[in-house]
């Protein structure tokens, strides 16, 4: 089992900074990849960035050049440093984990709202 719990969302000023965190919890060792995704009212859940194991990152083209994925050498929290923040960029911000054998993990999502 895997054990995700966002945190760090709030309120926050168009162009001002948020940094978000996510504890991983469990069986880590098998996890490979992680993502950080995002929900806005009334549209589909997509993903914001991610990062493999071995540090390769991707990131989509609404987000790049203002926010950074990370994750600690034990794999034990994954961060996303969110500049620039937009109004747009409003949304639940949901922590995923890839198990190798166990499948995928959701964290519970945390708030992120941008005012302009």
């Known amino acids: 089992q895997v054990q995700l719990v966002e945190s760090g969302g709030g309120l926050v000023q168009a162009g001002g900074s948020l940094r978000l965190s996510c504890t991983v919890s469990g069986s880590i060792f098998y996890i490979n990849t992680m993502g950080w995704h995002r929900q806005a009212p009334g549209k589909q859940r997509e993903l914001v960035a991610s990062?493999?194991?071995?540090?390769?990152?991707n990131y989509a083209d609404s987000v790049k050049a203002r926010f950074t994925i990370s994750r600690d050498n034990l794999g034990k929290t994954l961060y996303l440093q969110m500049n620039s923040l937009k109004p747009e960029d409003t949304a639940v911000y949901y922590c995923?984990?890839?198990?190798?054998?166990?499948?995928?993990?959701w964290g519970q999502g945390t708030q992120v709202t941008v005012s302009s």
């Open positions: 990062i493999t194991r071995d540090g390769s990152t």
């Open positions: 995923k984990g890839r198990h190798v054998i166990l499948g995928e993990y």
